[in-house]
Each structure stands twice: as C-alpha cells, then as structure tokens.
C-alpha cells in the first residue's frame, strides 16, 4: 500500500482546523474551552458531542462515545477510508498531496483507469442526453412512464437510455481521443466475433449508472424496454469495476446516516425502495452477498435487513444466506453488525409488493424483520411442526442445533438454547453445551482446510531511531524466548497504569521529546519499555511520527487509537483521560519529570523481569553459557543502578 508522506497529514491536521471540518455538518456553541452540538453519529436532543480545538479533536460524551482527530471525524462521516479521509481534507484544505514515487507500471496502470472512468462519465453523459432526445429517448421515456418512473428519479439517479444502434456511443467515444483497448477496458464495449470491430454493449437499454460509495461511475446495468431478452445486462467486472466490493445505491444510502443498511437484489428495488421513503437501500449488484459486501455494511451500519420471499424456495435462500453471513462474520473479527430477515409475501420482490400493496403496508414488513436467532428459532419449529402430528423433536432437535451453531454472539446462542429447552422439555445447559460441541466442530473442520493465519512474533522491529542508541540501551531486556513460529498468537492488547501514563506524558511533550536538552537520548521510550503487543505498536508508531517531522501530537496518534483496544476497550477511550492529566501540566519540567519518572520505574521493573529470566536459566545452563549470562546480570545491574540514580535525582 502506498502511504501518504507524514509531512502531508501533519500539514493536514494543522490546516484543516478541527472546529471548522466538524463545523461544516454539526452546528457548535461554545461552552468553556470546548466546543458542543448535537452528535451526528446518534440520535440525541442535548449536545454531548464536543471538539476541542487545542486538542484537535471531538468526543462524543453520549451514547456513542465516538471520538477523534479531523481525519477520524471525516472517515466517520463520510464513510471514506484513511487515505481518501486525507485526500478529502488536503483538498478542501490546500494541501498539495504530491504522489508518491510509483512504479512505471503502477503509474501506468492509474492513468489507464483514469482515461477509463472519463469514458465511462462520458458514456453516463451520452445515455442521460439520448434519454431526453426527442426523438431517441422516446422509446425510453414511454417505457418509464408506464413503470412510474418520475423526472426526479431519473435524474437523482442519473439513469438514461442506450439507443439502439452499434456504435453512436463508439463513435463519440473514439472522437474524443480513446482508443479501442481503452474502450474494451471501461467494460461498456465488446469486439465482435464476426468482424473483429469493438461496437457498443447496450443498445434500446434503459441505462442505471452504478457508482462507488463515492459517488464515482463505475459500471452500468440496462434493462430492457418490455420484454425485451435478457432483461438485465450489467457492465462486466472491469478494470475500475468488482462487483462484489460494491452496492448499488450506497453513494447515496450512506448519506442517511442510518445505523441500519437495507439490502435487496437488483437496482429496480433500490429505486423503488428509494422513492418508497426507504432511502437507507443498497442493492447487491446480483452477486451472492460476499464478505467483501457485509464488511463494507459494516462502515456504514450495525445492523443489515435482507428480504426473501416468503415461499419455500426464498426461505431456503434465506438459510443459506444466513450460514453464509455467519461465516463470514466469525472470520471477521472486530466487524460488528446485527443481520435481519424480512419476508415478502406473495412472491414479490419489494418493488412488485410496494407495488401493489403499498409503501405502508411494505414498511410493515420492513418493522417485523427478524433479527436472525429469531428467526432461525422459528423456522426450526414450523418446519418441524404439523398439526397432526405436533412438534417432531428429534427433528426440530436437529436443526436448532445446526441453526444455533451458526450464531457467533454466545449471549445470542444460550437464549436460543434456552428457548430450543422449552419446546424439548430439556436442560437449557445441556442444549446450550451441545450447540457449543456443534459449533466447535465446525471451527475446527474450517480452521483445518483453511490455510494458516498470519502468525505474530513478539520480537520487536526496532525503529532506525533506536539502533542509534548507545549500547547500554540495546540489552537484550524484555526478550522472550522465541516461540514456535507456526503459533498464532492472540495479539496483546494489555498495558498497565504507568505504560499508559508514560504514552500519554511522551505525546504532551510533542517536540520537547525530540529536544535532547529537555529529553535526553537515552530516555526517549521505545517499544521495549512496553509489554503488550498493542502499546508497542502505538509506540513504534509514535516513534516513526517522531521520526519523520519532528514532533506528535495526540490529534496524530488519534488515527492509531482508533484501530487498536488496550486491555479491551477501545485505545482512544482509554488514552483520552490519561492524555488530559497529563496535558494539563503547563510546566514542561514538571511534565518532563512525571514523564522520566514512569519512564525509569518501568525500566526498572523490566529489568528485575530480565533478571529473574537469567537466573532460570543459569540453573541448567553450561560453565560457557554461565559466563555470558553472568555479563548480561552486570550489564544489567549497572544499567538499573543508572535508572534508580537519575530516578533519585528527579
Ligand atoms: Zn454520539
């Protein structure tokens, strides 16, 4: 992944005034040092959001408790990504991103999906103006007219007409200077197999432009006027364009800020679900949901609504979308997202049914949605349930225990435990270890044909900076000794009071850390001083912050808390408290000192750890092997005693 310069987000943060960015969507008053309004991430009636234009951050003191620097507020809000979150705000902001150093081919490759995504502009812009052709555009309008497609849709979602020739698109394509592999590669062109000339795809199509979450046009679906065949044709995967990475609708769906994603399957039921006042509707573009999808829902909603029809057929999709979702959310981890499933009586996919029955009556289907255990429960038992015969339970046994295996919330599976009991006349433990059993089965039958993960070593890559260090700071403190490669391990989010006290000190000392006459080189922290994985990694990456402008500032270290929990909560609720006491202190000696103070009480202990270690190992260690430890315990008792003289004198 290319990263963006540090000179770049540094100028960024500077720039893009932390009032301001949250100013232009959230109404602020000033109140003592901060700033208050309403939170635009949940539902509330008095301000609790905050921005703290020192700080240069926000913090919601509501329910949500969602927190951060500019870049964070923009990523929130937005729903873009960190690099686009930077891009956003360099250009409203000024601030030159130049581009970094690429390959030939890389640069390549991007000017080719440049000229690529302006043909595809060029062809929304074609298909929008044959539309409104008089005489071109007839066929189409007739066609919209009678499925009540209005003026104002039409435009909202840019839809058009392709008309019915080989290449009017082509030709005006070509006149602008593209060439037919450029064509070829926007995915809207094909070459004939009988004369080899690239003509157009659509032709007598109603044309839906599909975009990317921002807004980009990134593919096309036409449908035919009538009953024309096929009646669906959709721009095939492209150089700009994968259709499972994208839904249709979300450019515009995301703008709801509902924490609720509705999901159907084709843009016609978008459209109508748009008009239909349901306007937080993304369709899934006709591929089965990938994981690639929920993840995206999960940037933008906690919770996802599917419909399936209510016959037999639609319900058994909806078993196997719900095995297939479950899956996906158990690989993963840390995506927080509650599905539900609505039925559509009749038949009817939501355009059909709003339709004939109405926005109403849709939105009635839309409110008893099932959250998944739910529905599973009942499906369990009115598959198994007849009224001659009442409920067969070994059969109903056998497919809540399926069912509820499925489920990765625990809290979720024991209620469906406790309701499978009832109709079983069982112990709600015992069904609950058993579904547990099921579950650990399938665990392991997929960890087993699945390819190992990405394993973690606790060996810490010290920064450039800190090979500089003198030699007495590269003892081998803190080391363990290597564990078996092939182990994955759980990465170690813990850190103790005086870890997190030492992180926030060093981040209110911003550049005085890098000024040796306030800091000297030697007391500069570094991932060694610290015993978790995560609080390591914030410190190398403070450290490479350092590193590159010379100075950190919490609004810069935001970015990371917000990726990371430290002893499982969320690092940037955690860090908050500890970086406002010790923001607090003015007087940069005294904040020097509480800084050194936890800097060489945890060096300390670090050491006494180290030498604990060594004399395990002297025990069954060799006379050669003795003697080198022996070193390494000087080496260290010389260095603790350095620690406890200069602690002394603090
Ligand atoms: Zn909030």
Known sequence: MRRIPESVIDEVLSRADIADVVGSYVSLKPKGSNLWGLCPFHDEKTPSFSVNPAKGIYWCFGACQKGGNAIKFIMEIEGLNYPQAIRFLADKYGVRVPEEAVSEEEEKLKEKKKRVSAILSEAAKFYYLSYQDTEIGKPAREYAAKRGLDKATLDHFGIGYSPKTWDSLYNLIKSKGYT??????????????????????????????????????????????????PKYINSPDSLVYKKQNHFYALNFAKKEKSNQLIVVEGYMDAIAMHRAGFRNTVASLGTAFTEAQLRLCSRYANEVIFFFDADNAGQNAAIRAIEMMT?????????????????????????????????????????????????????????????????????????????????????????????AAGYLGANPEAVFKRINAVRDANIKNQSESSARTIVRTRRDDLSARNSQMPDEIMINVGAEPDK??????????????????????????????MDETIVGR??????????????????????????????????????????????????????????????????????????????????????????????????SATAEERVILQKNLSAISDYKNKINIALGRL
């Open 522 to 619: 030697t007391d500069l922290l570094r991932p060694a001083d610290f015993a978790g994985d995560t609080m390591k990694t914030l410190v190398k990456e403070l450290i490479g912050i350092l590193d590159r402008s010379g100075t950190v500032s919490y609004a810069r270290m935001a970015d990371f808390f917000s990726q990371v929990t430290i002893n499982g909560t969320e690092a940037e609720n955690v860090m908050l408290a500890y970086y406002d006491k010790a923001e607090n202190e003015k007087n940069i000696e005294v904040k020097r000192d509480l800084y050194l103070n936890y800097l060489f009480k945890i060096r300390i202990s670090v050491c006494e750890k180290e030498e604990k270690r060594i004399l395990n190992l002297y025990q």
């Open 484 to 513: 078996a490669i092939s182990e994955p391990e759980e990465v170690n989010d813990s850190a103790s009071e005086e870890e997190l006290n030492l992180l926030a000190y060093a981040i209110a000392l911003g550049d005085s850390l």
């Open 180 to 229: 037919d592999e450029e064509m070829l590669d926007s995915g809207i062109f094909k070459r004939s197999e009988t004369n080899n000339k690239v003509h157009d795809m659509f032709r007598g199509r109603l044309m839906f432009p599909i975009f990317d979450a921002m807004g980009n046009i990134i593919a096309f679906g036409g449908r035919a006027l009538g009953d024309g065949h």
């Open 327 to 419: 899956g996906y959310l158990r690989k993963l981890s840390g995506v927080d997202i509650r599905i539900k499933i609505a039925k559509v009586p009749d038949g009817k996919d939501p355009d059909g049914y709003i339709k004939e029955n109405g926005v109403e009556s849709f939105r009635k289907i839309v409110e008893h949605a099932q959250y998944v255990d739910e529905y599973l429960l009942e499906r369990a038992y009115n598959d198994n349930y007849s009224d001659e015969k009442g409920l067969d339970k070994g059969r109903y046994q056998e497919d809540v225990l399926r069912y509820a295996s499925w489920i990765n919330d625990e809290i979720m599976r024991s209620s469906m435990a406790g309701v």
